[in-house]
């Protein structure tokens, strides 16, 4: 069953279900944001995956040291996200980087995810976000702390 694309306003607040990218995750880490407790965050899978390697990535160009990168992996992993991985996410993955025309699939499980089961997408990749506005509504990581 497919989700309404619109937060739940409850109050004083909205309520909503955000898919967050690699970058947006490691930066809520490295800046020590906390999301709003009313928002659920989700990914795929491939999350922890693509954590890992970007923190190691940075610790071997120096552009981190490895006790920095390992201390933000911890915040990262401490994050509450919902990881979810299955068929109907990869064959909606496959149809949405067949739509737009990418050889590989792993931007588009985010997209897909997004699409099954939250309100947005969040990214702080700006032209990721255009292109993801033509298949799944977007949020900004202001949203995120609101």
Same mark, same amino acid.
């Given at each position: 069953?497919?989700?309404?694309?619109?937060?739940?306003?409850?109050?004083?607040?909205?309520?909503g279900?955000?898919?967050?990218?690699?970058?947006?995750?490691? @930066? $809520?880490?490295?800046k020590?944001?906390?999301?709003?407790?009313? @928002?659920?965050?989700?990914?795929?899978? $491939?999350?922890?995956?693509?954590? $890992?390697?970007? +923190? @190691?990535?940075?610790?071997d160009?120096?552009?981190l040291?490895?006790?920095?990168?390992?201390?933000?992996?911890?915040? %990262?992993?401490a994050?509450k996200?919902?990881?979810?991985?299955?068929a109907?996410?990869?064959?909606? %993955?496959?149809?949405?980087?067949?739509?737009?025309?990418?050889?590989?699939?792993?931007?588009?499980?985010?997209? %897909?995810?997004?699409?099954?089961?939250?309100? %947005?997408?969040?990214?702080?990749?700006?032209? $990721?976000?255009?292109?993801?506005?033509?298949?799944?509504?977007?949020?900004?990581? *202001? *949203?995120?702390? +609101?």
């Amino acid at each position: 069953m497919r989700r309404s694309c619109r937060p739940v306003a409850t109050a004083a607040r909205v309520i909503g279900r955000f898919v967050v990218d690699c970058d947006v995750v490691l @930066h $809520l880490a490295a800046k020590e944001l906390t999301v709003a407790p009313q @928002h659920e965050l989700l990914a795929p899978t $491939l999350l922890r995956s693509q954590m $890992l390697s970007a +923190l @190691h990535e940075a610790a071997d160009a120096g552009r981190l040291t490895r006790e920095d990168a390992q201390q933000q992996l911890r915040r %990262a992993r401490a994050i509450k996200i919902r990881l979810l991985g299955d068929a109907v996410l990869q064959r909606n %993955a496959w149809e949405i980087a067949d739509q737009l025309g990418w050889a590989d699939t792993y931007t588009a499980e985010y997209l %897909a995810l997004t699409r099954l089961q939250a309100d %947005a997408f969040v990214t702080l990749d700006k032209k $990721l976000a255009r292109v993801a506005q033509q298949v799944v509504p977007t949020a900004t990581v *202001d *949203d995120l702390l +609101l």
